[in-house]
């Protein structure tokens, strides 16, 4: 089965809102990577937050990481249409040698 | 500097043939990746090589795939006798070494149909 499950499986907000989707693993992990896929292209990394870190920042974007709950969070502030796209995380589980993705959460900005 | 290229970027075959899918790393990763995509769904891991290592290919689904990598550079993911829930994007990425604590680069995938 997927390490990663991403919550929810679909978003539609408005352009401005903010957005926020949520990851939750079964292993204790290296690192999580979240990363973007626009439709029909490959995926683009964003973000990768190690297992010792709690939050990171980039842009519009904050990540959270919490390790005693298995879980991470994805926050886009201020959306925009160009933000829609299918958003997943990967994590790196401890002794697993490869990076496992989760389903995805397909992400709807509306103008 | 150019990304990943992936070739063809569409194939459409019958039931039975074989295809050769193409992965062009970018230049100077040692670590190379193909996944699979079905529609609408996450990843599956397919195999992994990291330099001159023995590839892991503990995520090939049958021994109908296989893979190779000449010179550390350009790959190919082989499907002999495709069946028709082969269908699926095949991805591949590359990262400069084998940490699983770098980034993926990715190319844009191969959407095969297998009619």
């Known amino acids: 089965s997927q390490q990663g499950e991403e919550d929810p499986q679909a978003l539609s907000i408005q352009e401005g809102e903010n957005a926020t989707m949520n990851c939750s693993y079964k292993?204790?992990?290296?690192?999580l990577q979240w990363y973007r896929q626009n439709s029909g292209r490959g995926l683009v990394h964003l973000i990768l937050?190690?297992?010792?870190?709690r939050e990171k920042h980039s842009g519009r974007l904050r990540v959270t990481l919490d390790t005693s709950k298995k879980s991470s969070s994805l926050l886009i502030t201020a959306s925009r249409a160009a933000d829609t796209a299918s958003y997943f995380c990967?994590?790196?589980?401890?002794?697993?040698?490869?990076?496992?993705f989760g389903q995805g959460t397909r992400l709807t900005i509306n103008p | 500097g150019a990304g990943v290229s992936q070739s063809p970027s569409n194939k459409v075959t019958e039931k039975g043939k074989d295809v050769e899918l193409r992965c062009d790393p970018i230049?100077?990763?040692?670590?190379l990746y193909w996944y699979r995509q079905s529609l609408g769904q996450g990843l599956e891991f397919l195999i992994y090589?990291?330099?001159?290592?023995?590839?892991?290919k503990s995520g090939l689904p049958s021994d109908r795939f296989s893979a190779e990598r000449t010179g550390g550079s350009v790959s190919t993911l082989t499907i002999q006798r495709t069946q028709q829930e082969d269908s699926a994007v095949y991805l591949c990425?590359?990262?400069?070494?084998?940490?699983?604590?770098?980034?993926?680069?990715f190319g844009d995938g191969t959407r095969l149909s297998i009619l």
């Open positions: 937050i190690r297992s010792n870190e």
């Open positions: 990967a994590t790196d589980p401890q002794g697993a040698q490869k990076l496992v």
């Open positions: 990425a590359s990262s400069p070494d084998g940490a699983f604590a770098q980034p993926q680069h």
């Open positions: 292993t204790s992990i290296n690192n």
């Open positions: 090589f990291q330099g001159n290592s023995a590839p892991d």
């Open positions: 230049s100077g990763h040692t670590a």
